[in-house]
């Protein structure tokens, strides 16, 4: 053999850089399912039984290719523990040759291995990982100069640079974005489309396989295995997207932002994760949505909202993530300190909007944005809660979640930690928003109207508590001008009465 190529769990793409002009006679392939992956965050047992079922999916793939796969499972007697141990071990059994790497997803990652390559004094490169449409370094070169870093600029020139959505040079429809349409509320039942759900796939021997491991070895995972219905192989991802083109593009922009009791997933793709594990490919993906449009299958809102979704917003957080890593993650700008609380993994809160989000995490390892954003990220973010325990929690229970996206998205967008790096101003929201999205508030104990009785909302005063406590760092921001002013115009007497509350609150929030 000349060279050892080790495929990460979320590398299962069939034209892997690292194997795209590989040749099967001198490539061996590992792959290794190990306790320090599974142990570094409070992983959903549906994301690792979703991760190794394609793991072992994918590798027989590559035998299938020709390739001769070492695959390591998590409970093999000599297993290792952990990635760099299993590159250590494969070297042992087949003599040292050179060893590949498609970039990795992780700067964890990243940094054990280069650790190990440096010890073992390997013969190590790293291989782009070109499954992006923007490389770190082409991102670097855009965001060079600029005194802010704005997802729509940078959504421009991917729209552009791909030529999707346009039309002689400009865009399609006479818009960047239709974000203005894309914020209905769900009508009531009887006025609504049908939701679809997404597509569900019946366990194979190899993914029933997987689902007893993880029931054995890891009895106490969060959140529930039982319906684990994911694909895990590319073939059935694509059905599944298919599904959603047909069955939930056109409605995906009306109601990008809508959220319903009983609707874990809406108009939703539920794709991420298929995407995020190289089942799907991005690019493809906005082409087929983009040919939906054009042939009338899909209005131009929707389509234009999931292309932004996929070429704009994922490209742009990884972009910021590889530009400011490792310092990123230790940011706290708000200087929030709270333990997170219970409720984000029992549920057991009577705050229904948080209810029904994390049971739908505990179904699913998913919610969608507008619960990740302005649910439980909102949530944390006006009552204080540390970025870290934050992000650790959105690592861990999201199917979807790798350092690279959940990161930014988390400690960016909804927790304002990164001290604004590009979101212009907090995403905080009282209860009146989520009472106006969605229909939450009709089921639930709290008073959506009320800030300061028995019965006050906590989002209601945790909000303005929020507000007054980071006027020193908001008060000049232009785009909060406006809510300053509103605090100014209330009585002070019921600004204190919200502050007392919001205080008493934070001190046990899991009362709540
Ligand atoms: P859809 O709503 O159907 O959107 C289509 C696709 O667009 C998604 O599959 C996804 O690939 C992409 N996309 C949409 N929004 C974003 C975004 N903000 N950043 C990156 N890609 C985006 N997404 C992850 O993939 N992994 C995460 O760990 C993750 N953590 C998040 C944490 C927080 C606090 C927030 C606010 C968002 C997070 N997101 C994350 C982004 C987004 O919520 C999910 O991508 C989306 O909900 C996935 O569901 P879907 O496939 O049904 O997406
Ligand atoms: C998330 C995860 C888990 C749970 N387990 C493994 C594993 O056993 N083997 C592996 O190769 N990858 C795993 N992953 C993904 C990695 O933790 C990490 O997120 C990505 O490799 C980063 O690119
Ligand atoms: Fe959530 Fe407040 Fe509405 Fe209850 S009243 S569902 S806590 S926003």
């Given at each position: 053999?000349?060279?050892?190529?080790?495929?990460?769990?979320?590398?299962?793409?069939?034209?892997?850089?690292?194997?795209?002009?590989?040749?099967?006679?001198?490539?061996?392939?590992?792959?290794?399912?190990?306790?320090?992956?599974?142990?570094?965050?409070?992983?959903?047992?549906?994301?690792?039984?979703?991760?190794?079922?394609?793991?072992?999916?994918?590798?027989?793939?590559?035998?299938?290719?020709?390739?001769?796969?070492?695959?390591?499972?998590?409970?093999?007697?000599?297993?290792?523990?952990?990635?760099?141990?299993?590159?250590?071990?494969?070297?042992?059994?087949?003599?040292?040759?050179?060893?590949?790497?498609?970039?990795?997803?992780?700067?964890?990652?990243?940094?054990?291995?280069?650790?190990?390559?440096?010890?073992?004094?390997?013969?190590?490169?790293?291989?782009?990982?070109?499954?992006?449409?923007?490389?770190?370094?082409?991102?670097?070169?855009?965001?060079?100069?600029?005194?802010?870093?704005?997802?729509?600029?940078?959504y421009?020139?991917?729209?552009?640079?791909?030529?999707?959505?346009?039309?002689?040079?400009?865009?399609?429809?006479?818009?960047?974005?239709?974000?203005?349409?894309?914020?209905?509320?769900?009508?009531?039942?009887?006025?609504?489309?049908?939701?679809?759900?997404?597509?569900?796939?019946?366990?194979?021997?190899?993914?029933?396989?997987?689902?007893?491991?993880?029931?054995?070895?890891?009895?106490?995972?969060?959140?529930?295995?039982?319906?684990?219905?994911?694909?895990?192989?590319p073939?059935?991802?694509?059905?599944?997207f298919?599904?959603?083109?047909?069955?939930?593009?056109?409605?995906f922009?009306?109601?990008?932002?809508?959220?319903?009791?009983?609707?874990?997933?809406?108009?939703?793709?539920?794709?991420?994760?298929?995407?995020?594990?190289g089942?799907?490919?991005?690019?493809?993906?906005?082409r087929?949505?983009?040919?939906?449009?054009?042939?009338?299958?899909?209005?131009?809102?929707?389509?234009?909202?999931?292309?932004?979704?996929?070429?704009?917003?994922?490209?742009?957080?990884?972009?910021?993530?590889?530009?400011?890593?490792?310092?990123?993650?230790?940011?706290?700008?708000?200087?929030?300190?709270?333990?997170?609380?219970?409720?984000y993994?029992?549920?057991?809160t009577?705050?229904?909007?948080?209810?029904?989000?994390?049971?739908?995490?505990?179904?699913?390892?998913?919610?969608?944005?507008?619960?990740?954003?302005?649910?439980?990220?909102?949530?944390?973010?006006?009552?204080?809660?540390?970025?870290?325990?934050?992000?650790?929690?959105?690592?861990?229970?999201?199917?979807?979640?790798?350092?690279?996206?959940?990161l930014?998205?988390?400690?960016?967008?909804?927790?304002?930690?990164?001290?604004?790096?590009?979101?212009?101003?907090?995403?905080?929201?009282?209860?009146?928003?989520?009472?106006?999205?969605?229909?939450?508030?009709?089921?639930?104990r709290?008073?959506?109207?009320?800030?300061?009785?028995?019965?006050?909302?906590?989002?209601?005063?945790?909000?303005?508590?929020?507000?007054?406590?980071?006027?020193?760092?908001?008060?000049?921001?232009?785009?909060?001008?406006?809510?300053?002013?509103?605090?100014?115009?209330?009585?002070?007497?019921?600004?204190?009465?919200?502050?007392?509350?919001?205080?008493?609150?934070?001190?046990?929030?899991?009362?709540?």
């Amino acid at each position: 053999m000349s060279q050892l190529v080790l495929v990460l769990g979320d590398q299962l793409s069939a034209s892997l850089a690292s194997l795209r002009d590989a040749d099967p006679a001198s490539t061996r392939i590992l792959m290794a399912e190990v306790a320090a992956e599974v142990d570094y965050a409070p992983h959903h047992a549906k994301k690792l039984a979703f991760l190794f079922a394609a793991m072992r999916h994918h590798a027989k793939a590559l035998r299938k290719a020709g390739f001769e796969v070492d695959y390591v499972h998590l409970d093999d007697a000599d297993n290792s523990g952990s990635l760099s141990g299993e590159l250590e071990r494969a070297l042992q059994r087949h003599g040292s040759m050179p060893v590949r790497i498609t970039f990795p997803g992780e700067w964890r990652v990243k940094a054990e291995i280069e650790r190990w390559a440096e010890s073992a004094r390997a013969n190590f490169a790293w291989v782009p990982d070109d499954r992006f449409l923007c490389s770190p370094e082409d991102f670097a070169e855009w965001a060079r100069g600029r005194k802010t870093l704005r997802m729509e600029h940078f959504y421009r020139s991917m729209r552009r640079r791909h030529d999707l959505l346009m039309e002689d040079g400009e865009p399609a429809g006479g818009r960047w974005n239709f974000d203005a349409q894309n914020r209905e509320p769900l009508p009531p039942p009887l006025a609504r489309p049908a939701i679809p759900r997404p597509m569900q796939f019946r366990p194979d021997p190899t993914t029933r396989d997987v689902l007893r491991l993880i029931e054995r070895r890891c009895p106490d995972a969060f959140g529930e295995l039982a319906g684990f219905s994911f694909a895990v192989t590319p073939g059935n991802a694509k059905r599944a997207f298919s599904h959603f083109l047909k069955a939930a593009l056109p409605y995906f922009g009306d109601h990008q932002d809508a959220m319903a009791s009983g609707e874990d997933f809406l108009f939703h793709s539920v794709i991420s994760i298929y995407l995020n594990a190289g089942l799907l490919d991005p690019l493809e993906c906005c082409r087929a949505a983009e040919a939906a449009w054009r042939d009338g299958a899909a209005p131009l809102n929707a389509v234009e909202g999931f292309v932004r979704q996929i070429i704009g917003w994922r490209e742009f957080v990884r972009g910021i993530y590889w530009l400011y890593m490792p310092e990123y993650a230790e940011r706290n700008a708000l200087e929030a300190d709270l333990p997170l609380p219970e409720f984000y993994w029992s549920g057991a809160t009577d705050m229904h909007c948080v209810a029904e989000t994390v049971a739908g995490i505990r179904r699913n390892a998913y919610a969608h944005h507008i619960q990740r954003l302005m649910v439980t990220g909102n949530f944390a973010l006006i009552a204080g809660i540390d970025p870290k325990a934050v992000c650790d929690w959105y690592l861990g229970v999201f199917a979807d979640a790798y350092e690279w996206v959940e990161l930014p998205n988390t400690l960016g967008m909804a927790l304002h930690g990164d001290n604004g790096a590009f979101a212009s101003k907090p995403y905080a929201a009282s209860g009146r928003y989520i009472d106006r999205m969605s229909d939450y508030c009709e089921g639930c104990r709290y008073d959506p109207s009320d800030a300061t009785g028995d019965n006050a909302c906590p989002f209601n005063y945790l909000y303005w508590d929020f507000i007054a406590r980071n006027r020193a760092r908001f008060e000049k921001h232009p785009r909060m001008a406006m809510i300053y002013r509103n605090l100014a115009r209330q009585d002070s007497e019921r600004v204190a009465r919200m502050r007392a509350r919001a205080e008493a609150a934070r001190r046990n929030l899991d009362r709540l």
